[in-house]
């Protein structure tokens, strides 16, 4: 297989994570996709040593963005979001050097928040628990421990695996909403597990 079919074939992986990431109307909450995004930030910096303190503000900002405020970067996401992730791909490569700088760390930021919602948990179940989980995630996600795993390069597996781990619990997940276990069960005992897997899918 040549190179530009698996580039393709990737692209197509990221293409269905990012619809299902803008068919939910929200994924983790301001606090966790913070968290998630600049924690693979660190990796990242650590591991191309970067010295990423003094841009970790800018990261942040990328990350914080709100749905409307992504639109205004990146106006096809939504109508072509294997297009807008490709580019944006492309931009980063095309703008790094051997330092970091505040446009690179804004622009990580951004897309990260988009990868981290794509593969997080309950991000394709009913808009009633899957809100419900992330609202009760916000809450919890700084007792979470985020565990870095070593970076890989993707391949046309990455994505369709870790979407396939993020929807692995949903029906348990959403069967303690439908009790009165609610996030306190499944949902709290593998946040750590689900946030870490979203951190490495950023980096």
């Not at 301001?30 to 924690?39: D, E, K, N, Q, Y």
Request: glycine share 4%.
């Amino acid at each position: 297989m040549n190179r530009e079919h698996v580039r393709a074939r990737v692209f197509g992986a990221v293409f269905v994570l990012a619809q299902c990431a803008f068919a939910a109307a929200e994924g983790w909450g301001p606090i966790g996709r913070t968290a998630i995004v600049t924690t693979a930030a660190h990796v990242v910096s650590r591991d191309l040593q970067f010295p990423l303190s003094q841009y970790e503000q800018y990261v942040r900002e990328g990350a914080e963005l709100t749905s409307e405020e992504l639109l205004d970067i990146y106006p096809n996401v939504d109508i072509n979001p294997e297009r807008t992730i490709e580019d944006e791909i492309q931009l980063l490569q095309a703008v790094r050097t051997d330092r970091l700088d505040p446009y690179f760390a804004f622009r990580f930021g951004a897309i990260g928040q988009i990868v981290a919602d794509a593969v997080a948990p309950m991000a394709t179940t009913s808009p009633q628990y899957r809100d419900a989980y992330f609202r009760d995630a916000e809450q919890y996600i700084r007792t979470a421990k985020m565990n870095p795993a070593p970076r890989r390069p993707i391949d046309a597996t990455y994505f369709p695996e870790r979407t396939r781990q993020a929807a692995a619990q949903d029906v348990t997940i959403e069967m303690d909403y439908r009790s009165a276990l609610g996030f306190r069960g499944l949902g709290l005992a593998s946040l750590s597990t689900d946030a870490s897997r979203c951190v490495n899918s950023v980096a």
